[in-house]
DNA sequence: GACGGCATTAGACTAAGTATCAGTTAATAA
DNA sequence: TTATTAACTGATACTTAGTCTAATGCCGTC
């Protein structure tokens, strides 16, 4: 997520440059915490308190449209945004719902079978799950 | 899937064999289309036109928990469900949703460095995304 | 065949996200 | 600086997917 180079798409596409538009924008900048839509709404609300949640989802929609963040599934909970945009994988705890990134790159030579057989691949997901050392600490 | 060996599972948890549990497992039994919860609703009630989606819902629970069958979001739509419980990978297709599954492991000596400082690893998810023969058939 | 308790149903409810539209505002030009 | 206008926002209703609950039903055992 690169603020300038987000604006400097909005106005490419003759979008204009609005406050709540920077405010998401700002929220996200930096955050690695991979955020739901849900958590970028409460924060945005501290600069607008009477955002509507229809504009911070059009935003996020926005974003990811633009290439500037990625929506994450994790298959327990909202979606989230990744703002690291390149390759990585993931992992997530199984606890308490924490994701790091990890350096990860599906090596070429190891694709299966299928996606030489007629199968155009676009992409790749890599999720790891398992529990994090502050819940290993905790529980045991 | 395994009715017998669920069905086992059921009666070794003191719970009760019902028709309708015995249906979900039936409709279940060798799909490899990988069914939303949805689909499997619509299958039942061809047997028992007026089963409540609440019970489907609580009979995939139970087949989840007993590992009969695997729970998958692919984040583009309602929860779907994996008769396959061995390990592998999928296929998505962008365009028609289709899934296949592909045989896939990851190589242990492939895992990246976080997961051996302090995060204990207990699986792993690895989603495939493209366009299938047939779509790119059509599309051009 | 009767009984006890787990299971099912219907329907209200919730969470997350989407669609619509009247009113507002950013960006451009005069 | 003001006028213009297309783009944007907020409020609200809606949709989808799934969960909860209370009353009723029925499986399995005796």
Same mark, same amino acid.
């Given at each position: 997520?690169?603020?300038?180079?987000?604006?400097?798409k909005?106005?490419? &596409?003759? *979008?204009?440059? $609005?406050? *709540?538009?920077?405010?998401?924008?700002?929220?996200?900048?930096?955050?690695?915490?991979?955020?739901?839509?849900?958590?970028?709404?409460?924060?945005?609300?501290?600069?607008?308190?009477?955002?509507?949640?229809? $504009?911070?989802?059009?935003?996020?929609?926005?974003?990811?449209?633009?290439?500037?963040?990625?929506?994450?599934?994790?298959?327990? &909970?909202?979606?989230?945004?990744? $703002?690291n $945009?390149?390759?990585?994988?993931?992992?997530?705890?199984?606890?308490? &719902?924490?994701?790091?990134?990890?350096?990860?790159?599906?090596?070429?030579?190891?694709?299966?079978?299928?996606?030489? *057989? &007629?199968?155009?691949?676009?992409?790749?997901?890599?999720?790891?799950?398992?529990?994090?050392?502050?819940?290993r600490?905790?529980?045991?």
């Open positions: 997520m690169d603020v300038p180079r987000a604006i400097a909005y106005r490419a &596409g003759g *979008q204009k440059i $609005t406050p *709540q538009r920077l405010a998401v924008m700002r929220v996200l900048e930096g955050d690695r915490s991979h955020p739901a839509a849900a958590a970028v709404v409460e924060r945005v609300r501290r600069e607008f308190p009477f955002v509507s949640p229809a $504009t911070v989802y059009r935003v996020l929609e926005e974003l990811v449209a633009m290439e500037e963040i990625v929506p994450l599934d994790f298959g327990n &909970g909202p979606m989230r945004f990744d $703002t $945009t390149a390759e990585h994988a993931h992992l997530v705890c199984e606890v308490c &719902g924490r994701v790091d990134d990890v350096e990860w790159r599906l090596a070429a030579d190891a694709l299966p079978e299928p996606l030489r *057989q &007629g199968y155009a691949l676009k992409g790749a997901r890599v999720f790891f799950s398992g529990c994090c050392p502050d819940c600490g905790r529980s045991g």
